[in-house]
């Protein structure tokens, strides 16, 4: 249980860290050369694709964090499993640029070694972003 409870509270803290505009915070969650993944096509969408290790998901989460704010975060479902965590959340989600906010899901798929993010898959309405950056 007390795994349980750690991978949790490890994903929380990134969520924390996200949701506040805390770069750093959340690059610290990930290992070294942990990977992000935003799911989609990226000839629909050019925010889509991975990066990995430390570096390159400083400058990532930088800018996704410069251009869309995360607001009342809920969780409506955690699943742990092994080294994996399921999180199924609702933001509300403010694009900077325009100043237009939506109301979203999100499923992310966490893996997690050594108490920390190894792996990070995250599945959003591509489609509500790019008509929200159009």
Known sequence: MAQREDMLALVR????????GDTEGLVTAFHPDGLFTLKGDKNALELTGSMQGHPTL???????IKDFGFEGREILAELVDG??????????VKYHPSGKT???????????????????VEFA??????????
């Open 58 to 64: 400083r400058g990532g989460f930088s800018q996704l």
């Open 125 to 134: 309405d591509t489609a509500q972003v790019k008509a929200m950056i159009a």
């Open 83 to 92: 080294d994996r965590v399921a999180i199924h959340s609702r933001v509300n």
């Open 13 to 20: 803290s990134a969520y924390a860290a996200r949701d506040g």
């Open 102 to 120: 939506f109301s979203t899901e999100i499923l992310d798929l966490f893996r997690i070694q050594d108490g920390k993010i190894v792996e990070l």
